[in-house]
């Protein structure tokens, strides 16, 4: 005998016009109700176009959420979501091709594949689905309810959501059991629906008439259940099944990181940054209604950490609440312009821009960007600063193009005596070395600059610099929402580079490197660019730098705008290990890195609220019991000396830039 | 040749002023005659003649009223050359005068040569010599650069003086800081304690020798980091940027954060273990010596000198 | 009512200075330049005078070269209504005597009820231009102001005085102060009030229409005050140390004289 079944049996086929009917009413609830409004509110923010390249936004948002890449990126909850995601889609699928069968191929073409062979395996794995998608809800519920992990916040959607999620599934067996009890306790094909059979074991000596009684009305509750659950998802956390495949659809598709230039060039722009909802996105509205709360981005935050007033994700529920508070006005309305004093400034300075909410987020929510705008306002609109020495050091590099306040005409005079070449000089070199301010006017730093030209020499690479007519890459200013200085300050680099032909340049700071890579295309510059750890490791791979190896141990800190905003993770490693060194990784290193407290401006700025992050970071370095901590970052090396000073446990841990490692085997 | 020195009450208590004067005449060869608006009770021990007006009825603080009286005794004198300190009150009046005279002025005078001033120009980190072109100037002198005239015995003449005029300007009294806010910006000796100093306890050292030279202390920022002190003493471009006459870095190596807040220090002495320490860059004297055994000895020798 | 503020722009401190080739003032190689510190704090007072007082105009002038210009905008971008720039590729050698009589010039037709200038400038230091453009416009002046407070004419304000002490000065409009570093805190112009001041009108004059006046002094020599020659190190037995260093601070700095 075929193994098959009946499809509605017992309910018959004159449920299926009343069942499509209230599909439809939930569908249409779910979008003209529920999504229709919020995208009208999604509309409040400005217009930015996300249309390019729609078939990789396409195939990148089906193959993230289908194989839910983003989600099991994190052991435990995500594997979790991640299971119950797929028993959920293989239980839907199985809906969908009974109903495939039943109202599309049976009844116009006469033909059924729900049999045999193939509806054996069907019916098991279903089963198994169902019971795997109940097993993780009870996981869901232990962690939500009982662990209650730190900073995960719960309200009514989660146990509506939950219980509804249960039902479903659990009255869905029940169906099943009840069938099998009626009409297949005879049949081999009870063994392959093994949960089903357990519930029919329990329900078996009822009698027919009162199973096929209690069928129906467990059939239309799952029916019901489940166009409650469909028309739940737009207004409750559930509406992240449908707005985060669509926010990954539209997300930012790179440069990664890579902030918009503001056009100061247009005279009739007369508002800058953000003050209120309206001054954002739409994208960014989309982003904050998208968001799940699930805190990955919270528990990685360098800032929420150590305790300062800022958490990714709080900021995203602020926008989300602002921007749903007067949902019917278009323009700025009374409660969206206290936007700014909503996040508050305290949190709006105390980012790092260190993108380790960004790079976790499985929503791919941008959190970097609108804090940017903030400070945008503030700095643009205000004059505002997150403290008075960060005012004087803007003001500083204003004047002589480095936050120090040293004379500009200086910049250059570290490489004096190793007879280093201006351009202005000689143009007869290989590479330009863009200094940057650290390693042109910070004794320790210049210490690095000093052995990046040497490791150059012993490479033969011919190296000059501009000197003089260097500017701060206007990186720091700009994160602080500086964008006319970081502007001015583009031009006038930019301009150098092209006065003397500049084709290919070397930095060891990875926020000029960045800066200059990435963010100086939007004014005209496409050369060569590169870190001085790639540049190296490149050398080194052509067998142009020779080390020599002797054997060190070291923990290697990955500079957020090397590691999080470029990618690069290997080349430093390369090197340290060709240089002979062991590293002894810290817990949280690679994309886990935990930034140094430096980025965002950070480095000009006071940290006066909560633990130090660079006292943070360095003790991580310490219980690798190495003693060394290698980093290639001048802000980095220079946040963890002062954390290592400040610590007194300099004997214990060296912090030293990789480029002095490298230069003292050559 | 004769100079006109003009002293100066504060609070009731006489100021340097006219023994700075008086050591600047003597320099110069110049006859002294001096003016105070004082107290006849208190008055400076200098040579010559002095104008004297009473404190009491002109005021520590009326600049017109100031200026008629100096206009009488420079009427009365014809001095070629008036004095006085470079300070608020001096400062004030000075241009007043050389205007009402049209005569040269030269603010803070450090040096004499040749006739002409030697002032300080850009942060001190250039010198200017200057001469008047006129019969008559004015000078204002740098504080502490003439040392005090010496005088064994009081003026031997008080030549009072007064005047009717009344001022537009209204005096309307003193006001301390009631907060205690550190004025380190304004402070001539800053004595500033790094980590070298140890530890909390190395501070009172750093302290003391603050102390002695009336100056204040201030701090690198592990120290405040440390919570050794308090953050509005900390030096530094996230502190305060200070140029006093004397900066005195103990046990500070000078990370690029701290150097940028005092370079501009007039003199810089460090004391540290280790004499390549980077603040020797900017250090015209690097002492090289344990903080312990030497800042002891240091105050033990300015107290006793 | 109407306010003048007087900026005037300096070489940053930070600078490497270098000696011109007549030996009277610093060359201009190496420069980065700057609003003189003290006159951003004038500036800021004005700009908050002009904020209380509806309807007033604020005037900001500066002499000399061409790039002078920058100061005025800077000062304009705060909020200034409009400048005046007085050209003169050789202010530097003019006396502050005739650089008030230039000021003073401009303004006497002007009648402004409140002037503004730094305590002094950051390279000359001189610390008069402010007091005698006063007395040249027979206008009362307080200098050396860290506090200030207007109303209708009537003006209090705070001296600063040595060791922390203040004075309480009353004096009535028009009248012109000296403005001392912490008088208000200068703002951060805003990006838009930058673009405007791009626009506001900035009126030229030759330095020749303004100037009367002979000069009272002259700069004689300018050159560098030997110090910091590499520093001196010093090694050995502390009672020495003590010694040597108490001789060198006795000679090379004042702070030991007093007291």
Known sequence: ?666 | MKALIVGETRQGELLNASQEGAAFAEIIGAEPVHFLVGDKENLPWVRGPIYLADVSKYGEYSPNVHLSLLLEVVRREAPEVIVFSHSSYGWDLAPRLSLQLKAGQISEVVDVRDGAFVVPACNAKLRRTIRPLGDISVVTLQAGAFGPFQASEGTTTVIDVGTDNTDTITFSGYEKDATGDVALDKAEVIVSAGRGVGEADGLTLIKALAAVFHGEYGASRPIVDAGWTQPNRQIGVTGQVVSPKLYMACGISGAIQHLMGMKNSDFVVAINTDKDAPISDVADVMVVADLKQFVPVLIEKIQGR | ?259
Not at chain 1, 277 to 295: N, T
Not at chain 1, 617 to 633: D, E, F, I, Q, Y
Not at chain 3, 88 to 106: S, T
Request: proline letters at 3%; hydrophobic letters at 45%.
């Open chain 3, 1 to 259: 009512m109407k306010i003048l503020v007087c900026v005037k722009q300096v070489p940053d401190m930070a600078s490497k200075f270098t000696i011109n080739a007549d030996g009277n003032w610093y060359g201009e190689q190496g420069l980065a330049w700057r609003m003189n510190e003290y006159d951003e704090f004038a500036v800021e007072q004005a700009v908050r005078l002009w904020e209380q007082e509806v309807g007033a105009e604020l005037v900001v002038i500066s002499i000399g070269p061409a790039r002078c210009r920058e100061a005025i905008k800077k000062a304009l971008a705060m909020g200034a209504d409009r400048g005046v720039h007085v050209e003169d590729e050789n202010c530097f050698k003019k006396d502050p005597y005739q650089i008030a009589g230039i000021l003073a010039e401009y303004a006497k037709g002007e009648h402004f009820d409140l002037i503004f200038t730094g305590m002094q400038s950051q390279d000359r230091g001189s610390g008069q231009v402010g007091v005698l453009l006063a007395g040249m416009l027979g206008l009362d002046v307080v200098t050396t102001i860290i506090g200030f407070a207007y109303q209708d004419g009537k003006i209090r304000v705070k001296r600063e005085l040595e060791g922390g002490l203040k004075a309480v000065v009353e004096v009535s409009s028009p009248a012109l102060l000296t403005c001392q570093l912490g008088l208000a805190q200068p703002r951060y112009p805003t990006l838009p009030n930058i673009m405007k001041a791009k626009k506001k009108e900035l009126t030229l004059i030759s330095v020749d229409d303004l100037q009367q006046l002979p000069s009272l002094s002259q700069t004689a020599l300018v050159e560098f005050p030997q110090r910091r020659k590499g520093g001196l190190v010093l090694e050995g037995d502390v009672n020495d140390l003590a010694d040597e260093l108490v001789a060198i601070l006795k000679e090379k700095t004042t702070v030991l004289a007093r007291k």
């Open chain 1, 1 to 666: 005998m075929e193994y098959s079944r009946e499809i509605y049996w017992n309910v018959g086929q004159q449920v299926v016009l009343p069942m499509y009917i209230l599909s439809g009413v939930s569908i249409v609830l779910m979008i003209w109700w529920g999504f229709w409004r919020r995208i009208k509110i999604y509309r409040n923010g400005k217009p930015l176009s996300r249309w390019d390249k729609v078939a990789k936004r396409l195939g990148d948002a089906l193959f993230s959420t289908l194989f839910q890449t983003r989600v099991i990126r994190s052991w435990g909850a995500g594997t979790a979501h991640g299971l119950f995601f797929f028993s959920f889609m293989t239980l839907l699928s199985g809906t969908f091709l009974v109903l495939l069968q039943e109202d599309v191929v049976a009844p116009f073409f006469n033909g059924r594949f729900l049999v045999g062979k193939f509806y054996q395996w069907f019916s098991l794995s279903l089963d198994i689905s169902g019971l795997v998608a109940i097993l993780m809800l009870f996981g869901f519920v232990w962690r939500r309810y009982v662990i209650r992990p730190e900073g995960l916040t719960s309200n009514q959607d989660n146990w509506i959501g939950l219980s509804l999620l249960l039902l479903i599934l659990v009255t869905g067996f029940v169906l099943e059991g009840v069938r099998i009890a009626a009409t297949e306790m005879d049949k081999d094909l009870r063994f392959w629906s093994p949960v089903g059979l357990a519930v029919a074991a329990s329900v078996d000596d009822l009698g027919e008439k009162a199973l096929r009684n209690v069928h129906m009305v467990i059939w239309w509750t799952h029916l019901v259940l489940v166009m409650g659950f469909i028309a739940f998802i737009p207004f409750s956390r559930l509406r992240h099944l449908i707005l985060i495949p669509v926010n990954v659809f539209f997300r930012d598709i790179g440069p990664t990181g890579k902030l918009v230039s503001l056009d100061l060039t247009d005279e009739s722009i007369e508002t800058f940054g953000a003050e209120s909802l309206s001054d954002l996105s739409w994208k960014d509205i989309l982003d904050s209604d998208a968001c799940v709360s699930c805190k990955r981005c919270q528990d990685r935050c360098p800032a929420y950490a150590t305790e300062k007033p800022l958490s990714p994700m709080q900021l995203m529920n602020q926008l989300q609440a602002l921007a749903f508070a007067a949902p019917n006005k278009g323009s700025k309305t009374e409660s969206d312009t206290g936007m700014i004093e909503a996040v508050s400034r305290d949190a709006i300075w105390a980012c790092t821009t260190c993108r380790a909410c960004e790079s976790t987020c499985p929503a791919t929510i941008a959190h970097v960007g609108k804090i940017v705008e903030m400070r945008r306002h503030l700095v643009l609109m205000e004059g505002a600063f997150p403290g008075p020495e960060v005012m004087a050091a803007v003001n500083q590099v204003e004047i002589n193009g480095n936050p120090f306040g040293l004379g500009y005409a200086d910049r250059g005079g570290w490489a004096k005596e190793l007879g280093v070449p201006t351009l202005s000089e000689s143009t007869n070199v290989d590479v330009m070395y863009f200094a940057g301010c650290y390693a042109s006017y910070d004794k320790r730093n210049i210490q690095v600059a000093r052995n990046l030209i040497k490791l150059c020499r012993a490479a033969g690479v011919r190296v000059g610099i501009l000197g003089s007519e260097e500017k701060c890459c206007g990186e720091p200013v700009r994160k602080l929402g500086n964008e006319y200085l970081y502007q001015t300050l583009a031009e006038e680099n930019i301009s150098a580079f092209k006065r003397y032909g500049v084709k290919h340049i070397v930095t060891n700071c990875p926020h000029c490197f960045n800066t200059l890579s990435k963010e100086y295309r939007d004014f005209g510059l496409h050369i060569t660019v590169e870190h001085a750890t790639t540049f190296f490791a490149g050398l080194l791979a052509e067998g142009k730098l020779q080390l020599k190896q002797q054997a060190f141990e070291c923990t290697y800190h990955d500079s957020c705008y090397l590691g999080r905003h470029n990618g690069i993770y290997m080349a430093p490693r390369a090197l340290l290990n060709a240089a002979g060194g062991t590293i002894v990784e810290m817990e949280k290193n690679g994309m886990e890195g935990v930034c140094c407290g430096g980025g965002g401006g950070r480095i000009l700025a006071e940290e006066t609220l909560g633990e130090r992050m660079n006292t943070r970071r360095v003790n991580m370095a310490m219980h690798t019991g190495a003693p060394l901590l290698a980093s290639s970052c001048p802000f980095c090396l220079t946040m963890f000396e002062d954390a290592a000073r400040a610590q007194d446990i300099e004997e214990n841990i060296i912090p030293k830039d990789m480029l002095e490692i490298l230069a003292e085997r050559l």
